[in-house]
């Protein structure tokens, strides 16, 4: 794409060339090491009970990433008026935050799979156990990666971007929202946990609360007293939100999960 300058458009063309191949790939190998999933057209067709319990577990799950990214979208606007560079480091702030959260966003993965696991096997305790230790390894990854994102900001926006005021910018971001990792790195594990005993719909509303009653009236609020500086707040207040609100979720439902392993 960049020997040939191609731009935006060969980004999206290559794009979907490597998830075609990995489709393609994934194909082959179901196919020659006889894996137990295959992909036969002529096998193909709707098991009406699979299909509604997958809607029942899915469709929440959707809908709930529709509206995150839409609030991504509204607060992106927020961010916009205050012009080029602070769109620009928001950016930059934007993809070190994605990367920074990745380990806490595995582990809500992981946990989704064990969680359930666990209580379809009637061990509950095994599944608090479990998320216990993954809030353990989750904050204590983040703890390390927002040390490095508060003292190195300067240093990694310009990885980025090399303008002054895009760094400065960037740097005052990270040096507020570098502590909503170690937040997100509850949040994660506790929402893969939840969903995992089968609650998908409490995520859901949890996504309506946090980005929409809070996080982006703080930001119009925010940064209408401190400019972009309430950026950053912005950002943090969500993850704050959600880590009491789950954090009480799962000790009220606490008792009737146990109950599961009975």
Same mark, same amino acid.
């Given at each position: 794409?960049?020997?040939?300058?191609?731009?935006?458009?060969?980004?999206?063309?290559?794009?979907?060339?490597?998830?075609?191949?990995?489709?393609?790939?994934?194909?082959?190998?179901? !196919?020659?090491?006889?894996?137990?999933? !295959?992909? !036969? +057209?002529?096998?193909?067709?709707?098991?009406? %009970?699979?299909?509604?319990?997958?809607?029942?577990?899915?469709? +929440?799950?959707?809908?709930?990433?529709?509206?995150?990214?839409?609030?991504?979208?509204?607060?992106?606007?927020?961010?916009?008026?205050?012009?080029?560079?602070?769109?620009?480091?928001?950016?930059?702030?934007?993809?070190?935050d994605s990367f920074a959260t990745l380990p806490s966003d595995a582990i809500n993965a992981a946990l989704a799979s064990f969680g359930s696991q666990n209580i379809g096997a009637k061990k509950p305790e095994r599944a608090f156990a479990g998320l216990r230790e993954?809030?353990?390894?989750?904050?204590?990854?983040?703890i390390l990666v927002a040390a490095a994102a508060f003292f190195f900001a300067p240093g990694i926006t310009a990885l980025f971007n090399q303008d002054p005021q895009v760094i400065e910018y960037t740097t005052t971001y990270l040096h507020i929202t570098c502590f909503?990792?170690?937040?997100?790195?509850?949040?994660?594990?506790?929402?893969?946990?939840?969903?995992?005993?089968?609650?998908?719909?409490?995520?859901?509303?949890?996504?309506?609360?946090? %980005?929409?009653?809070?996080?982006? +009236?703080?930001?119009?609020?925010?940064?209408?007293?401190?400019?972009?500086?309430?950026?950053?707040?912005?950002?943090?207040?969500?993850?704050?939100?959600?880590?009491?609100?789950?954090?009480?979720?799962?000790?009220?439902?606490? +008792?009737?999960?146990?109950?599961?392993?009975?």
């Amino acid at each position: 794409v960049g020997l040939m300058h191609m731009g935006p458009l060969g980004a999206a063309i290559a794009t979907v060339m490597a998830q075609a191949l990995s489709f393609i790939l994934g194909l082959i190998y179901f !196919r020659v090491k006889d894996h137990v999933i !295959r992909f !036969r +057209p002529r096998e193909i067709r709707i098991h009406k %009970q699979e299909l509604k319990y997958v809607l029942k577990i899915g469709l +929440p799950s959707a809908l709930h990433q529709l509206l995150l990214n839409l609030s991504l979208t509204i607060f992106s606007g927020i961010v916009n008026a205050f012009g080029v560079e602070a769109s620009a480091a928001y950016g930059v702030g934007v993809k070190v935050d994605s990367f920074a959260t990745l380990p806490s966003d595995a582990i809500n993965a992981a946990l989704a799979s064990f969680g359930s696991q666990n209580i379809g096997a009637k061990k509950p305790e095994r599944a608090f156990a479990g998320l216990r230790e993954a809030l353990k390894i989750s904050v204590g990854i983040a703890i390390l990666v927002a040390a490095a994102a508060f003292f190195f900001a300067p240093g990694i926006t310009a990885l980025f971007n090399q303008d002054p005021q895009v760094i400065e910018y960037t740097t005052t971001y990270l040096h507020i929202t570098c502590f909503s990792y170690v937040f997100f790195a509850l949040v994660f594990p506790m929402t893969g946990f939840i969903r995992g005993t089968g609650n998908v719909m409490y995520p859901l509303k949890n996504v309506i609360l946090s %980005q929409y009653i809070v996080r982006i +009236p703080v930001a119009l609020l925010a940064t209408h007293l401190w400019g972009f500086t309430g950026v950053g707040l912005a950002i943090l207040a969500g993850p704050i939100f959600s880590t009491v609100s789950y954090s009480l979720f799962i000790h009220r439902k606490k +008792p009737e999960i146990l109950r599961l392993g009975a």
